[in-house]
C-alpha cells in the first residue's frame, strides 16, 4: 500500500506537517531484540530541522514515544508503534499556498489525484513523513547489527557542480558527522556550505547526491525477479523526496565500459571465500547480494520550495506568480542522508529474514 | 513476493531456461477487456531471440498460449494464464558451466543464496524469464490503450559511448521499429550496429541506456510515500536483467542545476488545462503524474556472459579461468526495450487501477 | 502482516493493554469522506469497558484522537492513524500472572513462539486490541453507508444454553443497544443477565453466539477463489479474540438439507431485480455477494480467565493452580457485538473498494 | 489478490473447467526439497473425478506436469508450476446454462461481477479450480513431513443427517481412503453410500461435514491478531467451494458449557513438555498453535447443480425453470476430503515459515 514498506520487517508511516503527529508501525520485527529508545533518537537528531543553520529553521525537537512493543527493554515481536508529536506549526505561515501550487512541488498532484489537499505546511508530502523511516530503520539497524555485523553509511558525495573524494572503503561515521553538510571531504564542504548559504541568500536552492554503502552484507540477500535486492533498493530510495535517480555499483557510468572491463573477476580470497577485485556490480548480481559492499548513490533535484518569483497556476485555473514564505531547506542533501541510510536498512532488515525463511533445509550433498 | 508484482494489477511469471517453458499468471485484468492473442504475440515477437543478427541466435518461435482467461475474445476477470513452451534448449551447451561462476552474472549468488543452481541456460536467472513480463505488460498496454489513450514507447538512446539525437515529443514505434539495433536516429544507429558486431568478433560486450516515455498519462497516478510513482517505476526497471541505474525526467543531471533553473513553471495551456513550460520533472511531481509526458531512462550494463577468457572461480572454491559459450546477446539493448516498455505498462496499470479505487466519492463544493 | 488486514481498506493495529495506547492506521481510505471524530467515538463507546455492570470494571473512557488523514472534516485520502491512550493500568493486579499460564488463554502461546511475553493485563493479546479495529470499522460504516447505503448490525443470539427468538429482517440497532446485553430478545436478555452475573459471583464464565446481518449489499462484492466474500468474512470473524466458530447462511444446520430444500429459487422481484425467495446462501454465492442480506454467525468460547482455581504450570515447567484475578468480562457477548460489525464492516469496505477497480470498463453488447 | 494464498508459501492458481487447463504456481517454496512428481499425482489423484462411482463421471486424468521450478530433482527456490490439461471437455453439454441461472451456484454472481461469465463448465467456479491447490498442497505436505514430522489428515464425519463415530487421535489416512465416502466409520460409510446414490438416482444432492487434524504441530505457529492460525484456517477453509462453516475445536458446541468446562488444564507431561488434559481449544489458544493436535470441522452445503426442476431466471430478467443436466457429484463431501487437507497444508507450511524468520535471536536469560 500506499504508506508501507516491506514483506516481512514492514513500516507504515502516518502523520502531516501540521496534524497531531507523525510516526509509524513497525509490524515484523523479531522479538527479544534489546532496544534502547535512545538508539532510535540518535537517528532522529541526525534528521531533524534546526541542527545546523544549513537546514531549515523549524524547532522541531522530534522527540519518539515508543507507544507499543517494547516490555522490560526488549521487542515482543508485536507492533513497534513510534510517534512524534508537530510541535512548531505556524500554518498561518502557509495561507499563501492554499490557492497556489509551488512548482515542482506536489501541491498540483495531490489535488489532481485527491481532489483537495491539506495545505499546511505540505501535508502529507512534508519531509516530516520521513521521521517515521529513520525511527523504523533505527530499529532495522539494531537488528542487522545484531544478527550479521552489517553497517550502512551514507554522506554528501556532490552538492550542484561540487564533487568530492571520498575513498567509499574507509569512509567513517565520524568523517560523515563532522561537518554539518555531511560531506567527509573537509575541502568539498567547505565550498558546499559556502553554495548553501549563497543560495538560501539568493533564494535559489541546490541539488546533490548522497552515496550510501552497506558492508558486511552476507553473500544471498535478494530474490532473483521482482523482488531484486537493487530493484527494491532503487524503488525504496526513489521514493525518497526529491529523489530523480538512483543508481547500483557503476550505473549510468557503468554503460560506457566494455563487459571485458566491467565484468567483475572472482578470485578465492585470503579467508578462504569467493571474492570479487573490483566492484563494478556494487555488490549485486542477478538480484542477490554477493558479500562485496553494496553501493548505490542517489540524486537529489534541487529543494522545489525556493523564495524567488516563480510562473505558475491557482488550483481555479488563473495564471500568477509566486514567491514561496516558510521554513525550507535551500538544499536537502545533508538531511538527505539518514534518509538514504534508512531506506537501505530498512531494504537489507526485510530481505535478511526473507532470506531466513528461505534457508530452511539442510545443504545438499548431491548437486545436480 | 519475489516474482509478483503489483498490487491490483498483478502478474506472477514463472518459469526458466531450459524447463517446460516460461510464463505468467495476470491476477486483477478487469474483465470485458476485448483481447486478441496476435496482441501478446506481436510484444513477445518483438523480445525473441533470433529476430536479427544483432542478438543471441537461439532458436526459440515464442508461441503463446493463453491457458485460462478469455472467454468468447474477451477477458473474464480471472486470472491469466499465459504460457511459452522452451525449444531450444540445447543444455549441453551450458555443462561447462556447472561448477564455475561467470563473473558479474548470477551463478555464484544463486548458490550463495538457495544452496544449488540450475546451470542450464543460466535458469531463473536467464533472460527468457522477461516473456512472462513481456506477455503480461501486452494486456495491460490494451488496457491502458482502451481507458486512457495511453501510449508507452521507449528506444536505445545510447550503446557503450555512441549517443543519439531523438526528439522525444515526436519519436514514433514505426522510427524506432525500423532498425534492428530500436535506435531512432539512423546515423546513431548504424555506429551501434557496427559497433555491436565488433564486440561480438572480439568475444566482448556493450552496454547502453534505453529511454522510455508514457503520453497522455493523466494526472494523479502514483502514492505518496513508498509506492510513489517514480519509485515504482525505479524499482520495476532496475528489477530487469542488467539494469545499473534508473533516472526520472532530469535524474543526476538535474542536480547540476539550481531550484530557480530546475523549477518547471505551471501556466494554464491552450485547452485549459494545467501544463508545465518545461519537463525537468519526466511527468512526476510528489510520486505523483502531473498529466505531462513521463519520462524514465535505465543503464544497462554489458551483457556478462562473454567469450573472452576471464578469471573467476569453481564453486568448489578453486581459482580458474572460463571462456564461456552458449548463445548470448553481445549487447542487450535492442531486446531491452519492450522489457522496459513492459515494466512502465505493468506500472502504470497498476496505478490507473488504484486510482479508480480511491476516486470514488464527489467532488467537493467546500474545500478546506 | 500479522497486524494489518485489508488490500485497498488496509489497516493495521497496534498498542497492549498497559503501554502507552492502543491505536489503528487507516491506510487507502478514499479521501473526501466527512469524518466527524464523534462517529468514532460513538463506536468506540459500545466497546469499551465498564459501560454495564455486565462487563469488565477497568476504568477506561477510551478517547480517540485523530493524529492523521483528516484535514477540514474531510478524509485526505492519507493514512488515518487513531490513538487511544491507556489510562487505567493497575499493573501490579497482574503480577501473579507472570510466571503462570492461564489455561485456554494465550499465555503459554505467546511464550511458545515470542520467548517470552508482556504479562501485564495480557500484552497484545488483550481485547484491547480490537479498539483499532472498532475505530477503523466506524470510518468504513461511513464509508459504506454514503456510497452504497450499506447497513452492517449485530446482536447476541445466545448466551450459554440460552437461546433467541429475533426476525433478522427487522431487529434495529435500537432494540439491540436498549439493553446491556445487546440481546434484542427481551426475555432472553433478561435470562442472559441472570446467568452472567450468576457466573461472575461463581468465578465462572459463559459463551455464546452473535448474529451479524449486513444490509444493501450490492451483488458483485467478493472474489472467486481463495478471497471469496465469505472466506475474508470467516477469517475476519475468526479472528476476534474467543471466537471459534464462524457460520454462513444455514452454516452446519444446512448439510442436513437436500440440495432441493437448501438451494435458493430466484425470482425477479417486484422491483425488477434478481431476488431469492430464501436465504440459506447468506447472500454469498461462489464467493460474491448476491445482492440479499449477507447473514453470519460467530461462536465465541467462554473467557478463559475466571477466579475458579485451575490446574495449570509455570513458565518454568512446574504443575501449579491458579486462581486468576483481574478484571474481566464473565461473558464476551456484550462487547464482542460491535467487534463483530467491525470485522464485517472492514471486509465489506475493502471488497467494495476493490469491485470498483474491477469494474471498469462498459458492458458487453455482444455477450458470449 | 482473489487467486492467490499465503504470505511466504505463496500460491496462485488459475484455469478454468473448458479452457486450456488448471493449475498453480508456488512461490516461496524453499530450495533443497526433494520433489517426486508422484508425490503431487497421488494427491491429486484422490481428488481427480470418476475415481468411484460416488463422484461425478468426467473422464480426467489429471495428469501434472511441473514446467518449472525443480532442477534435479530438487525444489530450486524458484517459482513451481505445475499445469494439468483439461481433457473432456464437452462443452456443449453446458450450452443450456448459458442464459439462465442455476440456484444456489455462482452463475448470477459472476454475471453481476464481471458482467458476462464462461459459462462452459461453471467457468472459474468450477470446483476443477481446486486441482491447483492440491498440487500445491502435495508440495506443503512433503515440506512440513520433512521440517517437523507434522501430518494432516481429513475424513468425511456426516452425510445429511448421517452421522459417525471416528477417533482422531488414532483414525489412519488407510481407513480414510479403505472406501469411497472417505469415511473411516465403515457402517456410517455404508450408510452414506447408500444415501449419495439414492440422492443420485432422486436428481437431488447431499452436504456434510468434514473434520480434519494436525498432528505433530509444534507450538509457536500463528500470529496474534489478524493472521491468527485459526483465522487462516478458518478463511482457508471457507475458501473451498460449498463451504458454509467451519469450526476450530470445540466450535458452537462449545459457547454452551462455561469457562470452568470449557478450559483446557495445563499439565506438565510424561515427555516434560507443557501438555493439556483435552483440547477444546483445538490445539490453537489466542492465535497460535499450543502443540496439541489441531482440529477443525468444515459444513459443506448439498451441491448446487441438481437435476430436478428449480425455479430460477435468465440473465436477460425472465422468470423460468431449470432442471441442469452436465456431470456432477450427487455430493462433494469423498472429493472435499483432500481439498480440506490441502488447506490446512497451505496455512500450516506458510506460518512455518513465517515463525522461521521471527525467531532469530537467541533466547533471553533475562526474562522480563
New interface residues.
Given amino acids: 500500500?500506499?504508506?508501507?514498506?516491506g514483506?516481512?520487517f514492514?513500516v507504515?508511516?502516518?502523520?502531516?506537517s501540521h496534524?497531531?503527529?507523525?510516526?509509524v508501525?513497525v509490524?515484523?520485527c523479531?522479538?527479544?531484540?534489546a532496544l534502547d529508545p535512545a538508539t532510535i533518537q540518535a537517528d532522529l537528531d541526525r534528521r531533524r530541522p534546526g541542527q545546523s543553520r544549513l537546514v531549515t529553521q523549524r524547532d522541531e525537537d522530534d522527540q519518539a514515544?515508543?507507544?507499543?512493543?517494547?516490555?522490560?527493554?526488549?521487542t515482543?515481536?508485536?507492533?513497534?508503534?513510534i510517534?512524534v508529536r508537530n510541535k512548531d506549526h505556524n500554518s498561518g505561515a502557509y495561507d499563501h499556498l492554499r490557492d497556489v501550487?509551488r512548482?515542482?512541488?506536489?501541491?498540483?498532484?495531490?489535488d489532481?489525484?485527491?481532489?483537495?489537499?491539506?495545505w499546511?505546511g505540505g501535508?502529507?508530502?512534508s519531509a516530516r513523513?520521513t521521521i517515521g523511516r529513520v525511527a523504523a530503520a533505527a530499529v532495522a539497524r539494531r537488528l542487522l547489527a545484531?544478527?550479521a555485523g552489517i553497517e550502512v553509511l551514507a554522506w554528501v558525495s556532490?552538492v550542484?557542480?561540487i564533487g568530492t573524494d571520498v575513498d567509499l572503503n574507509t569512509v567513517t561515521l565520524e568523517q560523515v558527522e563532522a561537518d554539518p553538510t555531511r560531506c567527509p571531504d573537509p575541502v568539498a564542504a567547505q565550498a558546499i556550505t559556502t553554495a548553501i548559504e549563497t543560495?538560501r541568500r539568493d533564494g535559489?536552492?541546490?541539488?546533490?547526491?548522497v552515496t550510501v554503502v552497506a558492508r558486511q552484507v552476507?553473500?544471498?540477500?535478494?530474490?532473483?525477479?521482482?523482488?531484486?535486492l537493487?530493484?527494491?533498493?532503487?524503488?525504496?530510495?526513489?521514493?525518497l523526496?526529491a529523489?530523480?535517480?538512483?543508481?547500483?555499483?557503476?550505473?549510468?557510468a557503468?554503460?560506457?565500459?566494455?563487459?571485458?572491463?566491467?565484468?567483475?573477476?572472482?578470485?578465492?580470497g585470503s579467508d578462504?571465500n569467493?571474492s570479487?577485485?573490483q566492484n563494478?556490480?556494487?555488490g549485486?548480481?542477478?538480484?542477490?547480494?554477493?558479500?562485496q559492499d553494496i553501493v548505490a548513490?542517489v540524486?537529489?533535484?534541487?529543494?522545489?520550495t525556493?523564495a524567488?518569483e516563480?510562473?505558475?497556476?491557482t488550483?481555479d485555473?488563473?495564471?500568477t506568480t509566486l514567491s514561496a514564505r516558510g521554513r525550507h531547506d535551500p538544499c536537502v542533501l545533508p538531511r538527505a542522508v539518514p534518509m538514504v541510510e534508512a531506506m537501505v536498512l530498512l531494504c537489507l532488515a526485510d530481505h535478511w529474514?526473507?532470506?531466513?525463511?528461505?534457508?530452511?533445509?539442510?545443504?545438499?550433498t548431491d548437486?545436480?
Fill in positions: 500500500m500506499a504508506s508501507s514498506f514483506t516481512l514492514r507504515t508511516t502516518f502523520g502531516e496534524g497531531g503527529g507523525v510516526g508501525v509490524d515484523g523479531p522479538p527479544r531484540l514515544e515508543i507507544l507499543s512493543g517494547v516490555f522490560g527493554g526488549y515482543t515481536g508485536t507492533p513497534l508503534a510517534l501550487y512548482p515542482s512541488h506536489a501541491d498540483f498532484t495531490y489532481a489525484k485527491y481532489g483537495f489537499r491539506d499546511a501535508g502529507r508530502s513523513e545484531e544478527v556532490s550542484a557542480t543560495a535559489d536552492s541546490l541539488g546533490g547526491v552476507p553473500a544471498g540477500l535478494g530474490e532473483p525477479v521482482f523482488d531484486k537493487d530493484a527494491e533498493l532503487a524503488g525504496a530510495l526513489m521514493s523526496p529523489a530523480k535517480g538512483v543508481e547500483i555499483g557503476s550505473g549510468f557503468g554503460t560506457r565500459l566494455s563487459g571485458r572491463e566491467h565484468n567483475d573477476p572472482f578470485e578465492i578462504g569467493v570479487t577485485t563494478n556490480s556494487g549485486i548480481q542477478g538480484g542477490i547480494s554477493n558479500g548513490r540524486a537529489f533535484k534541487p529543494t522545489g525556493i524567488s516563480q510562473q505558475t497556476v488550483r485555473g488563473e495564471n529474514l526473507r532470506q531466513t525463511a528461505i534457508n530452511v533445509l539442510p545443504p545438499l548437486r545436480p
